[in-house]
């Protein structure tokens, strides 16, 4: 999608925000609603809209909107915001949907997540469900390689992978988007002292050696690093983050214990995210929800074999 339509999209995606409580410290839209993709999901105007509200008190939040969009809810509504909150805090990945909601004649989904929440998560990883999000629009490899791993983060373990999603769903989001990858990751590349960026050629080269590897793993978030500790740390050791990571910086499959650390994250909260689901959106859309990612993938099946 081109930078202008993005643009343009933004006064029907404020007209949809005006029907929601004002009090948000962040809005955003994701998704195939809102960047072209590639394949099933390419049909972009009649694509469910994806938002994320950040809210600084989602109690308060959730009462005003529970006065303007009392039918949003599922039967948790005759619970009150209290219940509500508690269910989006301590349940799954720290976020409450309301799915398949029409307004200003399209289909949306919205998670409200606490300000908060969203910040531990995009800084050090706790789940990297919502902060995935955010990281969409890791030799000598493209920067295609490089954004489709980056895009990829948030599907690591993810159960949906397997059942309900698309499989080349992390390629399709990538191959339309280029622009805005470069965009938003560009200066970063440029700036990295592990990095040598070739922008015009559209390559990377990093260093992988036990030193180079070492200096990216200490970077890495919090959370992520102590998954690894806790994959590599055998019974009885019980050694610290900084030693497990000086023996995986010198392992020559130091990218795939990285890749078990974060599928370690991404999966409990994805199962725990999707569970809290049905009880969130109520059976009766759970089940039509799940209906469309299915009929998604079977999309994508067919057009692979075809």
Not at 17 to 45: C, I, M, N, T, W
Not at 226 to 243: A, F, L, Y
Not at 244 to 266: F, K, S, Y
Not at 282 to 293: A, M, P
Request: charged share 20%.
């Amino acid at each position: 999608m081109a930078l202008q339509a993005l643009q343009s999209s933004g006064v029907a995606f404020r007209k949809i925000l005006s029907h929601f409580p004002e009090e948000l410290s962040l809005a955003f839209a994701y998704g195939s609603g809102v960047y072209r993709q590639a394949g099933p999901s390419s049909d972009q105007k009649n694509a469910m809209l994806d938002f994320v509200f950040t809210v600084d008190d989602p109690v308060a939040w959730h009462s005003k909107n529970l006065k303007k969009n009392w039918n949003h809810y599922s039967f948790l509504k005759v619970l009150g915001p209290r219940i509500i909150t508690a269910v989006q805090n301590n349940y799954g990945a720290g976020v409450y949907y309301n799915p398949l909601i029409t307004c200003d004649g399209r289909l949306i989904k919205y998670g409200v997540i606490s300000t908060s929440v969203l910040i531990e998560d995009l800084l050090n990883w706790n789940n990297l469900y919502i902060a995935g999000r955010l990281q969409k629009p890791v030799s000598d490899f493209s920067e295609e390689d490089l954004f489709t791993e980056i895009a990829g983060l948030s599907y690591s373990g993810d159960f949906r992978m397997v059942v309900g999603e698309d499989k080349a769903k992390v390629l399709n989001i990538v191959k339309p988007n280029m622009a805005h990858f470069r965009e938003l990751y560009g200066s970063i590349l440029q700036e990295s002292p592990q990095v040598v960026y070739k922008a015009q050629q559209g390559s990377l080269e990093i260093d992988k050696s036990p030193e180079g590897q070492f200096t990216q793993l200490m970077t890495l978030p919090k959370t992520l690093q102590q998954q690894i500790n806790h994959i590599m740390d055998p019974p009885g050791k019980n050694r610290d983050v900084e030693e497990t990571l000086l023996q995986v910086a010198h392992d020559p499959d130091c990218g795939d214990v990285v890749r078990l650390g974060l599928a370690a994250i991404v999966r409990p909260s994805s199962m725990r995210q999707s569970t809290k689901g049905i009880f969130t959106a109520g059976l009766k859309k759970s089940v039509v929800y799940s209906s469309l990612k299915l009929h998604k993938m079977w999309k994508g099946w067919v057009r692979k074999t075809s």
